[in-house]
């Protein structure tokens, strides 16, 4: 189900300026996610953690996707997505976990993938200073307060998709 090619991570640089050590450190968080859903299963992927929980490795993926969306489209640039994410909506504001079961991982990683980009996109030729044009929570946001957030989110469901992959098949590792 998910591509197969090894660890295929790139370690950030000791030195580069500050928008590029981000995008970087921002980078190889994306990839060692997918390094943990690496050579799983559509079922592998969909185990839960533990009840109630709904916590699952494709959740992960598919709820990453809506955090990139959020972030860049919605507060970075500004865009008008309506009302609910990719996965989610006000009916359901877990629906990227709540809604794996029946969920096409090929297609949550080809999503996921392609919001990335967009993200990327997003953030070409912006100084960090950018201020978001959407405000959150009253407040204005900046690219290098989104960088980090970002850098931040997924390396605590980095740290939530090893205990994951541990449970579906022992694999541990960064």
């Not at 859903?37 to 839960?48: D, N």
């Not at 297609?107 to 912006?126: D, H, V, Y």
Request: charged residues 30%.
């Amino acid at each position: 189900m998910t591509p197969t090619g090894g660890d295929v991570r790139t370690d950030p640089p000791f030195a580069a300026d500050e928008a590029a050590m981000l995008a970087n450190f921002l980078d190889y968080h994306r990839a060692t996610l997918a390094l943990k859903c690496e050579g799983l299963t559509a079922e592998q992927l969909r185990l839960r953690a533990i009840p109630p929980s709904t916590l699952s490795l494709l959740g992960l993926v598919r709820h990453m996707a809506d955090v990139e969306q959020a972030w860049y489209q919605r507060f970075l640039l500004g865009e008008d997505l309506g009302e609910n994410g990719i996965y989610w909506t006000a009916e359901d504001e877990d629906g990227e976990f709540n809604g794996v079961d029946d969920a096409d991982p090929d297609e949550a990683f080809a999503t996921w993938q392609a919001q990335i980009e967009i993200s990327r996109r997003a953030c070409e030729g912006l100084p960090l200073e950018t201020v978001g044009r959407r405000r959150r929570k009253g407040q204005e946001v900046t690219l290098r307060w989104i960088q980090v957030h970002m850098i931040e989110e997924y390396a605590r469901h980095n740290g939530h998709a090893d205990l994951l992959r541990e449970l579906v098949d022992g694999t541990t590792g960064e």
